[in-house]
């Protein structure tokens, strides 16, 4: 199946965080690509990238980084696919705060769609609920998960209100 | 036409900054329906509207809101559209970063794509990315864009170097 | 006896904090019930709570969540009683900001009495005197618990000047 | 009529934004009085009138302050009543920052309760909901409160729909 | 020797953190008092420690505390003395912020001579220098004391020249 | 008069500020100094200023700066007089928190007694409170214009109370 | 005379304050060239410039931007040579925080050599002292420039001493 | 070989963070001398080190200081030499919100190089880079480095892509 989701990320040491991407994809049954691009260390592979992707299938591109977070900005540079950047509260960051504003705060004309910090899970969701706007069947998944959220959240209650 | 896109936010105060949203849309040919949905004051107006978008054929949902601005995690909430929340930097807030966190922060499960501080024009721009994963004219007209805000840059260039 | 004070909290991983709410109104014999309603994984759960919570006897609601924190300030959107907000840390948090934010910057219209980050014990405190301000007996209690207060701070200076 | 609601204030300068507060107890038919209490210049004068304010009939106090805000803290500590603390952003305060965290970060056992940044009105309001814990009336009232903000919602909705 | 200093903290958790002011007390051989003083459980003992002190000796008060700390300028409310305030950031605290600005940001007339977070030992110096305003023997342990800082850094040196 | 206070700032820019530490001792009736000195520009100036200072009289240095305010900080590093940091609200400040954390976050031995953001007054009553812990007169003084802060209040509560 | 300093921006409007880096740089006699590049908008350009900088003979690039600002990382991470980055207080900035965070956070192995925010003037003088260690000619103007500062600030003496 | 940089701390503490510095001018072959100079406590050796290093060979100075970290700032009050500062996350900083803002925001016309939090390899990476604006072998260094950064990615992709 030819991968329509791109999950990059600035450095291996993201991947604990931005696994949760892929997993959720995995779940839903949506094909994804994963791989390690920084945009400060390998710039022209993220240029080629990012200027690739629509080529070759990619619809969504989830894009983690930390500290001065470029990459996901940078591949919204490059391309017109809907970005999402998770913002990855690394070592080198300060509490996140540097990692969120280098993401969400964009100028106009180059949106990134950025989620919490380290919501990787979230960033997957989103890509599903993107692909999903075109795909009744997979809105329909999306739906079934929603419910499901809902039935944890009712086993919590039961065990909590036991108590 | 039947909109594609809903605009929606907290007050009429948040009118003037969420108007560029509904401005890009038309420049690039989109249908969307514009309106006042308070989280807070009409939370059952809300639910309304975040259950039924997606049976009138709405496909994204654009919900800016300022302060402790529930209104997008609440939409999201209710529905499996992909919800872009415009954090705004409205009178009542703290420099933003209220507008800002109760917007980003949403636990997973439930995803937000936030855009920048008053950001709504980029806003427009996520959501006719958004539909152009499933519609190549408008991936079209997406790249034309890209190609406008270059040219914009180097008539800068131009009139500065000439300085 | 008809609690008459709600606790509730967006998830499981919250009661380690709001526990300690439920513990001072034992303290008080004033009877509550404790629940999980999420606001955005059982909206409509939150909406029923919410609701029917005054029609049941419920005087105070004390609600406690973190990172995008919405469910206090939804429950307030859709009740008439006092709602207490407790910002939990929670894993997801940023150092505790967007809990507080999120509760606290309410609009015009929709209050949320916000207690201290963690501050579950307060929430329970103030939950007290508002009841004790139709009920003497309870004022006394709080009156004691006051005195108690004050009574172990001199048993800390006995210790601390003894040293 | 005894007034049930006492509004202090640290300065005069806290009176445009604290006024909101006694406008709208004034809408609800509640009895308040209105002073200056300055913790820092008159904390004797804040002693007597924090100790003495349950015996004249005060049930709920509000207090307003900025900066290293400690007025809202200091009458907790010498009353049962609940305190409301209305964070000012007065023009020694830091954007605010200062005064939210000096009312809001209380320590165990001496609750504030806050309300967002200048948000005079909502204490008001959160004042009538405490005493609506018992007097149904005032309760009745505070539903057609909630039902007018409603409307005013929709007021919008109308003319924002228009244009 | 009747205590110069008097050093108080809102609860025997600071002590830890508070200690290092009487240590260095003890070094430059000036004499002090160490006690609890709690702004919001114990205010007439911290009304009454303040009115006071000044009769009972006291020249400088050094108070520390956490959170929406009170004590320092709830105590400079009530004496003439300078009162050195030291924030600690204490487990119920946002990294400190809360506890630096309760403290610092006090308003005109009622000064706070704070030091950095946890810096109970500057605390204890600069009480030291203010004594020895009038003091030229302490003036001149302040020098010794100045002088071995100094020579503490060149130990310093040498260590890591060696490497 | 010998000076007892010296009063120092950054650049002229800061003076609209600092004047008000000036002023207050007028009306106390102590004599100060006031000059320029910058720990940038003029770092010399600076080191013989804080080193003669002692020797001149000065008792006091009340030292004022903005943005990365080093002035306080480092005329403390070279004399053992009491030195009053004021952080100036500068053109070049973020919000004044960089002129804020530069001058209180000094490291163990060197101490800056730092007051509120542009406090340069609180700074000046400081001063003469460190004074008066050697001159009753002085410390009468205090007391008085204690008592004239409380007397304002009063003023206030009378025109409010009115209204 | 062949420009060894390249001074670029994200965008003309940040052209006020970008052209204090020019300034300084005629005063010193350094040769530059001025132009916008845009990160976001034409990052082949950016591209371009930063791999070709120093063929042409450049030897210090400043580069200025606000919000999420990538341009200085982003030319650092295309070049080996020396990168100055100006964080820009502009208009679609969280007072500044964005883009400070966003150009000094770099990640190991990329650095930028961030100056304070809007302190264009700072990066021109950078640069000529980056210049200067190889330019003994210009390492005396930097000599007479730092002797001129001191003067600067001897006439302020001179003025407010008279006052 | 005399050495060209010269890397200064404020403390020992400061080695550990300030070694990687050292480390990578090593793998450049870069002759350094490291030593602990500390801004407040040995002042006079600091201006002794600031206005003696270019006479001893020394061409950029990397200076790394927590808290009120005053170090690269006042060292480049004494010298024309390029200073690299290095906000350190010392024990005694808010999260390295001190260090930064206490280096980056120095006053126009005495610039710091400032570095990410504890980015003291960058220093060391930003100080080669400046050597090599006059030195081609270096430079090619510096190439060659860039290179085996882009390696070490390539690295990373491989184990990343066979998972």
Redesign the interface.
């Known amino acids: 199946m030819t991968p329509t989701i791109g999950i990059i990320m600035?450095?291996?040491s993201d991947?604990p965080v931005m696994q949760a991407a892929a997993d959720i994809l995995i779940k839903f049954g949506i094909a994804y690509e994963?791989?390690?691009v920084?945009?400060?260390?390998?710039?022209d592979?993220m240029?080629t990238y990012a200027t690739e992707a629509?080529g070759k299938g990619i619809?969504?591109i989830i894009a983690g980084a930390g500290?001065?977070a470029?990459l996901p900005?940078?591949v919204?540079?490059?391309t017109?696919?809907?970005v999402?950047g998770v913002p990855v509260r690394s070592s080198?960051?300060?509490?996140?705060?540097?990692s969120?504003?280098?993401?969400?705060?964009?100028?106009?004309?180059?949106?990134?769609?950025?989620?919490?910090?380290?919501?990787a899970?979230?960033?997957g969701?989103?890509a599903a609920?993107?692909?999903?706007?075109?795909d009744e069947a997979l809105?329909q998944q999306?739906?079934a998960?929603?419910t499901q959220?809902?039935d944890?959240?009712?086993t919590?209650?039961e065990?909590?209100?036991k108590k």
Chains 1, 2, 3, 4, 5, 6, 7, 8 share one sequence.
């Open positions: 600035g450095s291996e991947l994963l791989t390690i920084s945009a400060h260390r390998t710039p592979r240029r629509k619809k969504v500290g001065a470029h900005g940078m919204a540079a490059y017109t696919l809907p999402i080198n960051s300060i509490d996140g705060w540097d969120i504003l280098s993401i969400l705060q964009m100028p106009n004309g180059v949106p990134v769609a950025t989620v919490a910090l380290n919501a899970k979230n960033a969701i989103l609920q993107i692909l999903a706007t075109a809105a999306l739906v998960y929603k959220l809902e944890d959240v009712m919590m209650v065990r909590v209100e």
